[in-house]
């Protein structure tokens, strides 16, 4: 008996020294275990990347270390879509850090822009700091706290912002405050004149129809693309129309090329989603089990 | 004490265990709009919970000196739905008081919780040490009626935990789970009056 259970804590502690030890096949350059998450940070064909988990599907951002510039992934290239509907945001905020790509991203875009990005998790900025060139400029404010948080303070203090950026999931795990109606008609009562939010959140699960169904309910028609992951974009006083976005895809375009955007790839995903069961039940505060909806099935 | 009013007492007990883990698991879902998911509302959750169980023990320990009655353990189960009734009616209102004045999530994540959850929890931890106390028929068999309770109660939590985070969070609006709750407590309540000492069959 007391053997058995021996040889049980020792399978026990096997498993999770396996998920403690680094991707395969990578040079690991640094691993720390967080207040929140296993961080890892390795370099694999020329990427430096951040992964939370140490199967390297997990990748939460990457940069290439020959052209730091290019966005590696392609959800943070449909980001910039944001751009499109409304070219020159002067404030952004950004909730949830990674590897700081996005406020780079945008710092090197929109040199004159005040941004403000939050993350919950300290560690995760140091280590942008340190292994991703995550450089805040005289204009960029980083606040290590729950991003559901700063959204109500600022709230309070009747602060606007021209573009919020929702980049606080990651590859498995929604902080389910953070997809409520409550905490959209927060965001939304940020949002100035114009003013536009894109989230990143993911593509396939139960739970798509339900994000669809609670964006909906807060802003009415938004964009949805699609790739592995899942882009939502709202305008603040509507939607513009196709003809305005290719206008801005156009101005833009010189400035965006070399972060490997092309707006040959990006215009065409640019559509108003619908399609979801008039049913589909409305996420809240009250009701809000994100995890288990997007759990697979 | 006869078989049926035994049973009473492990009821309550185990449906005690089961609400004060239903509850905490809830109140992680009702401070994070006002106050966030970071570690640092959990652990003021967290402690809140400890330190009301064991003021509850102490309280029930000393309550069950004084005539022990299964009125009275019944008494405490109500007692503890009436308590949980503010959370439902008024913790919006407290939240939104305190995140106007409390910024340090950690002193904010005690006072909320201690505000909102301290008494109901405080009550429901005086459930055990009473009961033990009903249960216990000779000094001998104090220690195997105490961990048959321990187990009743610690069996009701976990299956609060788990029913609650995997079930009713996906089902239900959290004052749903709360109201259904209070009223399974005042079911369990009202049963336990109805089947006290003297009232029983056989």
Redesign the interface.
Request: net charge neutral; hydrophobic share 45%.
């Given at each position: 008996m007391g053997r058995r259970l021996i040889s049980g804590l020792i399978g026990v502690l096997a498993a999770v020294a396996s998920i403690a030890s680094p991707p395969d096949g990578a040079a690991v350059l640094h691993h720390e275990k967080s207040l929140y998450r296993n961080i890892f940070v390795y370099e694999e064909d020329g990427l430096r990347c951040m992964s939370f988990s140490r199967v390297t599907t997990a990748r939460q951002s990457c940069m290439a270390l020959a052209e730091p510039a290019r966005l590696v992934f392609n959800y943070a290239r449909m980001m910039m879509a944001a751009l499109y509907l409304n070219p020159a945001p002067r404030r952004i905020l950004i909730l949830g850090l990674g590897g700081g790509t996005l406020p780079s991203a945008f710092q090197r875009l929109l040199p004159a822009a005040a941004i403000d990005a939050v993350e919950i998790d300290p560690a995760v900025v140091r280590v942008a700091r340190k292994y991703f060139a995550f450089e805040p400029s005289a204009t960029t404010r980083v606040f290590e706290e729950d991003g559901r948080v700063f959204v109500k303070r600022m709230q309070r203090a009747n602060v606007t912002y021209d573009l919020v950026v929702l980049d606080a999931f990651d590859h498995e795990y929604i902080p389910e405050h953070m997809l409520t109606r409550e905490f959209l008609l927060e965001v939304k009562s940020l949002l100035g004149d114009r003013g536009v939010l894109a989230a990143n959140t993911f593509s396939v699960s139960k739970l798509y129809q339900y994000e669809s169904a609670t964006y909906f309910n807060v802003f009415g028609d938004f964009f949805g693309l699609r790739q592995n992951n899942r882009l939502i974009l709202v305008r603040l006083g509507g939607l513009p129309s196709k003809g305005e976005i290719a206008h801005n895809a156009e101005l833009l375009d010189a400035k965006l090329a070399p972060l490997g955007v092309d707006r040959n790839w990006l215009l065409p995903q640019i559509e108003i989603e619908r399609g979801w069961p008039a049913s589909t039940r409305v996420l809240t505060d009250q009701y809000s089990p994100s995890n288990l909806l997007n759990a697979p099935p | 004490m006869p078989t049926a009013q035994r049973l009473v007492v492990y009821l309550v007990a185990g449906w005690s265990g089961y609400y004060v883990m239903a509850i905490e698991l809830l109140s992680g879902?009702i401070l994070?709009?006002?106050?966030?998911?970071?570690?640092y509302?959990w652990g003021g959750i967290i402690t809140v919970f400890m330190v009301a169980l064991s003021v509850g023990y102490l309280a029930g320990g000393h309550l069950s000196v004084f005539a022990p009655t299964q009125t009275k353990l019944a008494g405490l189960l109500l007692i503890a739905a009436a308590a949980t009734l503010p959370i439902v009616l008024f913790g919006d209102a407290v939240l939104d008081w305190l995140?106007?004045r409390v910024?340090d999530?950690r002193y904010a994540s005690l006072i909320a919780s201690s505000t909102l959850f301290f008494v109901p929890t405080a009550v429901s931890g005086m459930v055990s040490p009473y009961a033990v106390r009903l249960l216990a028929t000779s000094v001998r068999a104090t220690g195997r009626s105490a961990g048959l309770l321990f187990f009743v109660s610690t069996f009701g939590s976990a299956a609060g935990t788990i029913l609650t985070s995997?079930y009713m969070?996906?089902w239900?609006?959290?004052?749903?789970i709360f109201t259904g709750m209070i009223a399974v407590s005042a079911l369990v309540g009202f049963a336990a009056l109805a089947l006290r000492d003297g009232q029983a069959p056989d």
């Open positions: - | 879902r994070a709009p006002s106050f966030g998911n970071s570690i509302v995140f106007n910024h999530p995997f969070v996906l239900f609006e959290v004052n749903q």
